[in-house]
């Protein structure tokens, strides 16, 4: 009899041990890193040098880099995509966004973690954050050095991200980004140094929040609608519509705007001086463009402050809209989404003020 009952409890000891070392220890959240590429999957020959190929390790790499993520979640992975995300396009933002809501419909997932470059990834979070259905936590990661790197800020931007990602106290708040500590809202994030490790800013809005070594503290909710509130969708799209942006300078030749035009763009974003201004033939090509039936958003270069309706450019008379905030990278992702919808520029400028 005694014999019977240690045999038992034996058996159950084991079951309990093949459970969690199979990951299936119920009592931790559920996070899905979704890898892209970038310089976080990229290596180099030497620790020391500054030439290196992004996206070249994959999915399984960056999560066996960080065995610790284990203490935090039952972590899972799959391999969107490898590239630099100088090379991330319409059609990888589809089937990543498209993935994402089929895993955050789940109840076997509590939150995603997305692996990019730092070079768009203000743009495909901003993409995301319009148009994935859910309050779970997305939360883009980077790194600017390699894997390969001495001193790779890769593995602790990994393990912050999964941080967030599986903390319930990221709910709500839209689509983020963790890189070096801080915590930052896609809609406000932008990159600012191309070199430095301490490159992402939040110019306007300021942080969500910090990741110390994984203990998250949360200072706000992003304010313009996102994610599941979103109007936006990528149900049934398969593919984006044509926005170029124009980068406006002194005297500025008006050919590109002309150009582009010719060769099918549905919008154009112009990158004005100052309050998105631009050259008097500048405005003369953007009328030219607009009596076409192209939709013209005006957005600023500078990379801080808002630019305005009829301050010096009279929008209601040209028949332009303003982007406000949002840079012209940005203002090109909601202006693809917007025109899935319409091209009449009172609702696109609707959209500016509310997203
Ligand atoms: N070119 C790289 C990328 O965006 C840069 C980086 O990740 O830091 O993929």
Redesign the pocket.
Known sequence: MKFNKIVIVFILALIVAAGAWAGEDTDKPNVVILAT????A?SAETQTQAGYT??QVGVDVLINAVPQIKELADVTGEQISN????DMSDAIWLTLAARINELAASDKVDGIVIT??????EETGYFLNLVVKTDKPVVLT???RPSTALSADGPLNIFNAVAVAADPEAKGRGVMVVTNDDIHGARSITKTSATDVQTFMSPERGLIGVSLYGVNRWFRYPYRTHTSKSEFSIEGVKALPRVDVIYITADVSTDLIDCAVANGAKALVTAGVGNGNMTGPALEAIKRAIAKGVVVVRATRVPSGSVGRNVEVQDDEVGTAVSGELSPAKARVLLKLALLKTTDVVAIQDYFDRY
């Open positions: 590429g970038g310089t976080i990229g992004s996206g590239v630099g995300s100088q990019h470059g730092t070079d768009t990834i980077a790194a600017m």
